[in-house]
C-alpha cells in the first residue's frame, strides 16, 4: 500500500488569517487535501515571530535599497534583507521562520510545499523588487529559497491544481 505524500502548505491558503494585513487565501482544493489528513499548515512568517497583521515587508539588497532581481537566498547568505515599508530590519524573524519551515519538512518527510505566491517568504517564482511599489522580479521568498536548497519542490497554488497531486 502507497502513503500518500503529505504537503506543507501556506497557513494562509488553508484560509487561516495569518498574512500581513491578518486575511487569507483560501484555495477549496488545498482546503480539502487538508480535510483528507494530507497537510501541514505553516505560515513561516508566524512561526518566525512576527505578529497579525504586521506591517508589510519585501526584500531588499543589503545597503536598504531595491534591487533586482533580489532573493530569499541573499537573504539566507546575508547579501540582502528583509525590511517593512517602515524601514525595519525582520530579516532574521524571517530566517528564523523559513528553518521552521524546514524543521516540518523535514520531519514529516515533506517533499513537496505549496506557498502563496510573490509573498516575501513563501513565493518562488516571483516576489516584490523591494520599493513597495508592487513591482515585481524573478526571485524566490526566504522559506521558498530555504525549502528548494534542500529538494522540496515549492508550487504555487495554481500550480499545485494543475500537477496531478493524487
Not at 517602515?86 to 523559513?98: I, N, Q, R
Not at 513565493?123 to 522540496?152: E, N, P, Y
Request: hydrophobic share 40%; with cysteine.
Amino acid at each position: 500500500m502507497t502513503v500518500p505524500e503529505i504537503y506543507l502548505v501556506s497557513a494562509c491558503l488553508l484560509g487561516m488569517h495569518t498574512t500581513y494585513d491578518d486575511s487569507s487565501h483560501p484555495q477549496p482544493h488545498l482546503i480539502e487535501l487538508a480535510a483528507r489528513g494530507r497537510v501541514v499548515p505553516l505560515c513561516p512568517e508566524v512561526a518566525g515571530g512576527l505578529p497579525t497583521p504586521r506591517p508589510p515587508a519585501e526584500i531588499v539588497g543589503g545597503d536598504g535599497r531595491a534591487v533586482s532581481p533580489s532573493n530569499g537566498g541573499a537573504v539566507l547568505d546575508g547579501q540582502a534583507r528583509v525590511l517593512t515599508r517602515d524601514g525595519d530590519d525582520v530579516s532574521a524573524a524571517f530566517v528564523a521562520g523559513a528553518q521552521v519551515a524546514l524543521e516540518m519538512a523535514q520531519r514529516f518527510g515533506i517533499k513537496t510545499a505549496i506557498m502563496q505566491a510573490r509573498s516575501p517568504s513563501c513565493g518562488h517564482c516571483q516576489i516584490h523588487d523591494g520599493s513597495f511599489g508592487g513591482r515585481l522580479v524573478d526571485g524566490q521568498g526566504v522559506a521558498a529559497a530555504l525549502l528548494t536548497r534542500h529538494g522540496v519542490r515549492v508550487l504555487s497554488p495554481n500550480e499545485f491544481q494543475e500537477w496531478d497531486a493524487d
